[in-house]
Each structure stands twice: as C-alpha cells, then as structure tokens.
C-alpha cells in the first residue's frame, strides 16, 4: 500500500456517459497527478495539481476535466468519451510537485473501457 | 524535449539468476534524477530506485542496482537473485533538477521470472 486509494478499480462506460475517478492519499501530500496509461506507450502525464491548483495541463481534451477540492482528493470527470481514451487511469501525490527529487506514490489505478 | 527510451519490451529470467533491464534518456540538462519504478499486476507503481545525476557512484538497494553512464546517458537496472515477486512491469523515468520540470516516463519493459 502506497497510501493513495484509486476507486473504482474498473470502469465500463459507453461514450455518452458521465462518469468520475477518484482518487485520495493520505500521506500529507501537496501535490497529485493524473496519467494515462496505454499499452506500449509511455505514462502521459494529463494534470497536475499543487496545493489544490491546477499548474499543468498537458493538451488534455476537454472530455476530461479535472477537480482538486483539497490537497488530498483528486477527480476526474470523464464525458461523452471516445474508445481511444480506453486505458488504465493512475493518481500519484508526491511531498511537492515541482522538485526534482520528490518521489511520486502511485494509486493502483482505474482501468477504464470505453464502448 | 527530454525523452526515455526503454529498449526491450519484454525480458525473462530464471529464477535466481541475474538479468538487466536497459534504459537511454535524451537531454541536455546536466543535472537531474533518474528512476527505475516498478509496476506488479496489482498495477500499483512502486519506486525501486534512485540516482542523482551529479553522482557518480551508482545508487544501490539490495538486490537492485543501477548502471548509470551519464557521457552515453544510459541507466541500466541490474536485478540479482531474480525471485517470483520481482514479475512486474518495470519504468525507467527522468526528471530535471530546474524547478517546476515533470517526471518522464519511458513505454517500460515487461520482467517475467521462470521458476
């Protein structure tokens, strides 16, 4: 346990859908992510949040929209999706989201399947 | 743009025996860090080890350590006595020392262990 709790773990949407990911840590953490991961490809780093402020925005589209309510819960709002965006969804938080030698604690994940 | 490239999608080792996982980066930052993560089928990402660019001894941590050839930017991950729980998805990822600068991730590389 890395003490970041991702729910649901698996999540089957059709694309005209509103569904959220959450996901919450309890480490005293200031900053959380989102990343996309797909098969064979790198993590793609979607958001960033630090001390509840979204500080990056990797050309994510619209269809996910992000909300940070306070330091310790990150959503993710997904809408009329698209199959391409079927993929396992991670939330990490680290001490601080802009030094270099923070370690990021991972979640375990949403794997989401778009239909 | 700093990149991570991870060379083998796929790698096998009998249990107990010795088996390295290669890792390249592209950047022209002089300092940063690098990472190996690992990834089980519980999909929780878990840092395994760390090397601080300006060192030059490579990082160690019991049955992993670390190859780092900063002139040919190569950060290789050497797993000794190779055990069951060791069957993971492994990710080697970069980050810059300049404030504000995001981890990277390379597309990874699948370990299985034959018993």
């Known amino acids: 346990e890395t003490g970041v709790t991702q729910t649901p773990r698996h999540l089957v949407m059709g694309m005209t859908n509103k569904k959220s990911l959450k996901c919450e840590q309890h480490l005293g953490h200031n900053a959380m992510y989102w990343y996309k991961q797909s098969a064979k490809k790198p993590l793609e780093l979607m958001f960033v949040y630090s001390l509840e402020e979204r500080v990056e925005n990797n050309s994510v589209p619209s269809r996910f929209s992000p909300e940070c309510p306070n330091s310790s819960h990150l959503f993710l709002h997904l809408h009329t999706l698209q199959p391409e965006d079927s993929a396992l969804y991670l939330c990490?938080?680290?001490?601080?989201?802009?030094?270099?030698?923070?370690?990021?604690?991972f979640g375990q994940g949403t794997r989401l399947t778009v239909v | 743009a700093q990149t991570v490239t991870q060379s083998q999608p796929e790698m096998s080792v009998q249990e107990a025996e010795t088996v390295t996982l290669s890792c390249t980066y592209d950047?022209?930052?002089?300092?940063?860090?690098l990472f190996w993560y690992k990834q089980p089928p519980s999909r929780q990402m878990i840092l395994v080890i760390r090397q601080e660019a300006y060192k030059q001894q490579n990082a160690t941590e019991n049955r992993f350590s670390v190859n780092f050839q900063k002139a040919a930017k190569s950060f290789s991950l050497k797993i000794s006595d190779s055990q069951l729980g060791d069957a993971a998805m492994y990710f080697c990822?970069?980050?810059?020392?300049?404030?504000?600068?995001?981890?990277?991730f390379g597309a990874g590389t699948i370990l299985r262990v034959k018993s």
């Open positions: 950047t022209s930052e002089s300092d940063y860090y």
């Open positions: 990822a970069y980050r810059a020392t300049q404030y504000g600068n995001k981890l990277v």
């Open positions: 990490a938080s680290s001490q601080d989201a802009l030094g270099a030698y923070t370690e990021a604690f």
